[in-house]
Each structure stands twice: as C-alpha cells, then as structure tokens.
C-alpha cells in the first residue's frame, strides 16, 4: 500500500508547538529567496488540522477516508453527468433552449468566483467546514430546479449547484493535495477520476430513463437527497480523526481573543484578507460579468459599458498584486503570483477549458439531430471524454511518476488533442459515420487528461501547503473563465448562424415555425428522419457546428505558447511541499 502522507527528507514536522504564539509566528525565505520574507505570518486552521488527522490517522482511518472520498466523488462526477442532459429538456419545456450556452455562462461565471471564498474557508475555518457549505448549496441548487416554473429560477438553481458541486469537488481535490506525497500525487488525482469511469455509463442511462419514466424535474430531485448522504461518510471519518488528533495533543488550542467585538471583528477581516479576497473576487466578477451580458448589448464588445467593466477588472487585479506585497496575512504567497510556472499552467488551463466548452456546448444535442442518436447513446459519446481522461489520466500519471519532467509530457500530448477536434470538422455531418466522432473522442480525451494533469502537477510544484487550497481555487477559476469564454464564443455563433440557416433550409412550409424550432430540442427532434424538415435543421446545425469547431482547433492550438512557459520542473522528487508546511 501506498504511504502518500510519509514525508520526504526535509519536510518540517506537522507536530504543533502547545504556546500559543503556534497561531502566529515568523518565517523567513529558503536559500533559494523564492519564498518572500515576512514578519508576521498565520498558521492556518486548516491546513494544522489537515496534518494533525494525517499525523493521528490509523491504517483502517486512512483506508476509509480514501474509499469515502471515492464515494462522493462518484457521486459528484454521476450527478454532473446524468442532470447534464436533462439540463436542454428542462430549458425546452420552457421553449428556451436557445439559452443552454448562456445559463452555463452565468453558472460558471459565479461558480468560479465563489471557489475563490470557499478556499479561505477550508484554510480559516477547516476543511469539514468547506465540505460542508459547499454541500449545502449543491443541494440547495437541487433543489430550486425541481421546484422552478421558469427559465429565471432554473439559470438561478443551476447557479447554485455549479457553486456547489465545484465547490465540493475543491475541497475533495485539496483533501488529496493534503495526504500525498509529491511523487505520488498525480496518481492520486488519477484515482480521484476512476469512478468517471462506471459514470460515463451510468450517468446517460439515467438521464434516459427519468425522461421515460419520470421527468426531469425527479432527476434533480433524487440528487438532492442523495447527495448529503453521501457526503456524510468522508465528513464523519475526518472529523472523528480530527477529534482524536485534538485528544492527542497535536492541534493546539485557540487562544482566545482579547479586546471589545469590534477590535476582534477588525482581527479577523485582517486574519481573512479581507481586501485582498474583496479585491479579487471584484477583479474577476468584472471581467468575466461582460461574458454574460455582452450579446445582450446593442454594440456587442464595442459596447462602451462592457470596456470600462473589464478594464476596471483588470485595474482591480493589478491592484490586488501590490495589496498582497505588504498585506500583513496573504491570500497566497506573493512569490506565486509571479511565478512563470503558475502562470502558464493557469494559462493552459484557461485555454483548455475555453475551447473545450466551446465545442461541446451544444454537441448533445448536435448527436442527437444530425446522428439521430439517443439521450443516452448521445450521453455516451458525450463523456467519452470524462471515460479516457480516466483512464489515459492513469496512464500519465505513471509517466509522470516515473519520469517527472511533466513540460514534454504535455508538449507531446498537445498534437494529439489538436488533431481530434481538427478531425471533429471533417466528420461533423449526418454523411459520415459516426463511429468516427468516437474515435476523434478517444483522440481528445487522451489529450485533455495529460494537459490538465500536467499543468496542475507543474503549478502544485511550485507552491506551499498553505497556498494548496487557494492555489486549487485560482486554478479552478481560470477553468471557469476559460468555460465561460468558450461558451460565449460558441453561443454567439450559435445564436448568429443556427436561426439564419434554419432560416434559409426550411421549406417554406415551415419557415414561419423556425423560431420554435430554434428554441425547443424536443421541436427540431419531432420531425421524422429523411423529412423536408429535419434534413434542414440537419444541414443548419452541421453549418454552426463547423464554426465552432473551427474556432475550438483555433483555441487549442495556442496551448503550446503558455506549456513553453514552464520550468523545466521534475515533480517526482523532493518534500511534500515547497517551503514551509503550513506557514503563510
């Protein structure tokens, strides 16, 4: 069995101090000046919980801590992929499918955010703490699109379950960052995507028989109780091994604060980083607030409204840069910030999110028009993806074990994903087989599984236990932006290329219907096979299509620029982390 929590040589010891100044204490930069000197730093709550319930746990509390964490994985990753396709049924009952790209926008948009919060919560408050409020609003988004009536209350509940459900999947990925080993590591996040594999399956099938046998509305539903339940076996293991690391003496107690609420509130705003978090969290909602609401502007991206919103967005960042120089207690380490290797890992993740939220925005329901597929035939090919990330994930991640030299893993993989979505324009009408689509899946997800690993394992190397959670957050954001570009982009030549087609292949019989028929899947899918009808909205959705396919092998393409970046990092040796343990 594999020992991820045993420290490497050099590795400080997680064994707090019992004086009280353990919560406050000096750190000074490694021999190397790449860790800023600072004066007056935090021990984290978090992160000295983390290594306490790692430092007390016993063989059968790891193995069920680690099986726990599978448990809600698989459920995390079965809830995305079953409620996935009903999310275009939902909208088309209220004739909105038009709008699949822009709910996602929005959802992404906050959902990226708010990781951001959610990442001082699990350092600050601890990471059962992050579990659970992350769990909360999943459910809670759950359950607001059960009981939704209209397009407004379903863009709000699936607000809240991206909030939620990416917020839970931060902290299990920070739970695994917490317990493993540098050498290791990557194929613990390859583990972490296994049970993706039963899902790909499972999810489809699902969604097919709630719209046979049910509605979508008991889909949501069923998550909304199944999901707490789940939660709870990884929440309980963690926290009855933090209580017996607290019997054991190795958290320290929390001494209390002295002085009137108002002197303690002002300690805990300064603790939090509060100008710092206000800092960024309005950089980003800034620049990415535009990506909602700049197809809805009369001028588009020339609209004077949407420049000043992202230039203010950029100045705030750049002013969160300086903050976090002479900020008493740091957000994160400042030597991150400008680290090249962070930078371009952040940038390759941005991009792979973009391109790949563009093409597969509306690629659903693209199978099942123009192939004439199922929900869950459909939902198949869909997921391919998340099926050989899992396993060409496993696969890179034992190169990169073995190996380490993560920047040419991930050079090599970049032509194989190009390839695939550059094969995806060729194949992308009724004409070919679809057995082809498949392969060019097969191509992408091999592709994608290396990139997104290589990139994280690069930024993770370069950073401290204490900049594990926020760095997850940062990296989980620039996913987020990323999606939320690619979806922008694609909904906007969706929405400028499907209704003029539709427009110009319709025969003139159904012209005039071509507007519901743009709103409603169910509408464009009534229409039998070979008919006058489907062939044209066939045609129509091969024609935009294309477009983003195009536009998607384009985004991909710049990959190579930011993988460049890198330091030629070796991420199979060393400490857990870089630094210090749990010091910011």
């Known amino acids: 069995m594999l020992k991820f929590d045993e420290k490497a040589e050099g590795t400080t010891s997680t064994q707090p101090t019992s004086h009280p100044s353990a919560v406050f204490e000096t750190r000074t930069g490694d021999s190397g000046g790449d860790v800023e000197n600072t004066t007056r730093d935090v021990r984290l709550k978090g992160v000295v919980e983390a290594e306490a319930v790692i430092a007390s746990w016993t063989t059968p509390l790891c193995v069920l801590f680690c099986l ?16 996935g396709p009903l999310r275009p049924y939902a909208l088309s009952s209220f004739d909105a499918h038009g709008l699949t790209a822009a709910t996602s926008i929005v959802s992404n948009i906050v959902g990226g955010v708010a990781k951001l919060p959610f990442a001082r919560i699990t350092d600050i408050w601890g990471r059962g703490v992050g579990l659970t409020v992350t769990t909360v609003f999943d459910v809670l988004g759950l359950l607001i699109a059960a009981a939704c009536t209209g ?31 540098v050498k290791y590591r990557s194929l613990v996040y390859a583990v972490l995507g296994l049970p993706r594999i039963a899902t790909t399956f499972a999810g489809p099938a699902l969604a097919q028989q709630f719209l046979h046998h049910s509605t979508w509305r008991w889909g949501f539903g069923t998550f909304a109780v199944l999901i707490p339940v789940m939660t709870l076996p990884l929440l309980v293991v963690y926290l009855f091994t933090l209580r017996k690391a607290r019997a054991e003496g190795r958290v ?19 603790e939090w980083d509060a100008i710092g ?15 909602a609401i700049a197809t809805y502007q009369a001028h588009k991206w020339r609209s004077a409204a949407i420049i000043v919103l992202m ?46 939220r563009c093409y597969e925005s509306y690629f ?12 869950e035939n459909a939902g198949y090919i869909n997921n391919i993806y998340s099926l050989g990330a899992s396993v060409f994930g496993l696969i890179v991640a034992c190169g990169i074990s073995y190996w380490g030299r993560v920047k040419w893993i991930a050079l090599g993989l970049l032509p194989i994903k190009v390839l695939g979505t550059g094969l995806m324009i060729y194949f992308r009408n009724q004409t070919k087989y679809i057995g082809y689509v498949v392969m060019t899946q097969v191509f992408i997800s091999f592709g994608e599984a290396g990139l997104l690993l290589c990139s994280e394992m690069a930024i993770l190397s370069r950073v401290e236990h204490a900049d594990a959670a926020m760095i997850w957050a940062l990296m989980a954001l620039f996913e987020s932006i990323g999606a939320s570009v690619g979806l922008s982009i694609s909904g906007a030549i969706w929405t400028n290329t499907l209704p003029e087609y539709l427009e110009k292949y319709l025969p003139d019989s159904s012209k005039r219907q071509a507007s519901r028929i743009y709103g409603s899947l169910r509408k464009q899918l009534s229409y039998p096979w070979g008919s006058a009808e489907r062939e044209a909205i066939n045609a129509a959705y091969a024609v935009a299509q294309g477009r983003i396919l195009i536009a998607a092998t384009a985004i991909f393409s710049l990959t190579v620029v930011f993988i460049l970046m890198w330091n030629n990092v070796k991420v199979n040796r060393g400490s857990r982390w870089r630094g210090s343990a749990a010091t910011r």
């Open 151 to 181: 397009t407004v209350g379903f863009s709000v509940a699936q607000v809240f379950q991206t909030v939620g459900i990416e917020g839970v999947g931060l902290v299990i990925n920070v739970f695994a960052a917490d317990i493993s080993n």
């Open 68 to 83: 726990s964490g599978l448990l809600l994985t698989f459920f995390n990753a079965l809830e995305s992929q079953s409620l």
């Open 277 to 291: 978090m206000a800092l960024l969290v309005a950089g980003f909602s800034f620049i990415l607030l535009p990506l």
């Open 311 to 356: 230039v203010l967005g950029g100045f705030i960042l750049v002013a969160f840069i300086f903050w976090e120089r002479v900020a008493p207690f740091k957000i994160v380490s400042y030597h991150v910030l400008k680290d090249r290797t962070v930078l371009g890992g952040c940038a390759v993740l941005f991009i792979q999110w973009m391109g790949l």
């Open 364 to 375: 659903s329901s693209y199978l099942q028009v123009v192939y004439d597929q199922s929900v």
């Open 252 to 270: 320290a107690q929390k001494t209390p604060r002295s002085g009137s609420w108002s002197q303690k509130l002002v300690q805990t705003l300064i």
